[in-house]
């Protein structure tokens, strides 16, 4: 089955500085990768997804980059800002079909 | 748009008593929704698919007889903790995918504590 894993487990940045979180998956047939934001007692909040015919996508300060051959992505955020600091969880679709593998999520402090 | 409620947000009961969880899409049809279970600073883990019309397709290890689902509706699904015990006591949250869509829009989660 898919396995998802993620890095770093945490991660500080200043504000104003970047911030790159990776997430890797096992599964080729995977083809849907969303990156979830979850502040403390909320539910998750989807931010950016990108599908396997692409390589890049972009949304004001975050990016999503996406290595199909590597089998990894990462989520990019720039400029980063105090109300960025939550739980960032990366998924892969199982086997391309609509069931999510989550990754065990990475907890980004943006230290003003 | 892409609105998920799940009511109730958070529930304490008895040991052995059972309580119902309602998942419902607000302003889109929702095929299939899925149910996760989160563990205090932990990832989302998969319980069950639930698919409307159909039996709901259970993740290994979960017990499909302890975690009850129904789909009725396209959009509405249930979650029913039956015998509940406080190993059972957990964060559940619902998520739901508009037809033919990839994409999960979470509900708010329900919070269960088990005495």
């Known amino acids: 089955g898919e396995n998802v894993e993620q890095h770093p487990s945490t991660l500080s940045v200043q504000e104003g500085d970047s911030a790159v979180i990776k997430c890797t998956y096992s599964?080729?047939?995977?083809?849907?990768f969303p990156w979830y934001k979850q502040e403390l007692g909320k539910r998750p909040q989807l931010i950016i997804d990108?599908?396997?015919?692409?390589g890049e996508k972009k949304d004001q300060r975050i990016a999503v980059t996406l290595n199909k051959t590597a089998k990894h992505f990462s989520l990019h955020i720039t400029e980063t800002q105090p109300e960025d600091s939550a739980v960032y969880f990366c998924a892969a679709s199982l086997g391309g079909g609509q069931n999510f593998v989550f990754g065990p999520g990475t907890r980004l402090s943006v230290l003003p | 748009g892409a609105v998920v409620s799940q009511h109730p947000s958070w529930v304490i009961c008895k040991s052995g008593t059972s309580v119902k969880i309602e998942c419902r899409s607000l302003?889109?049809?929702?095929?299939?929704m899925f149910w996760y279970r989160q563990f205090p600073k932990q990832s989302l883990m998969l319980m069950a698919t639930?698919?409307?019309?159909?039996?709901?397709?259970?993740e290994q290890g979960v017990e499909k007889d302890k975690f009850l689902i129904n789909h009725a509706s396209l959009t509405l699904s249930t979650l029913t903790v039956t015998s509940a015990h406080p190993e059972d006591s957990s964060f559940y949250i619902c998520?739901?995918?508009?037809?033919?869509?990839?994409?999960?829009?979470f509900g708010p989660g329900t919070r269960l504590t088990v005495l």
């Open positions: 998520s739901a995918s508009p037809s033919g869509s990839y994409e999960q829009f």
């Open positions: 302003d889109f049809q929702a095929t299939t």
């Open positions: 599964d080729s047939a995977s083809n849907y």
């Open positions: 639930s698919n409307e019309g159909s039996k709901a397709t259970y």
């Open positions: 990108i599908r396997s015919n692409v």
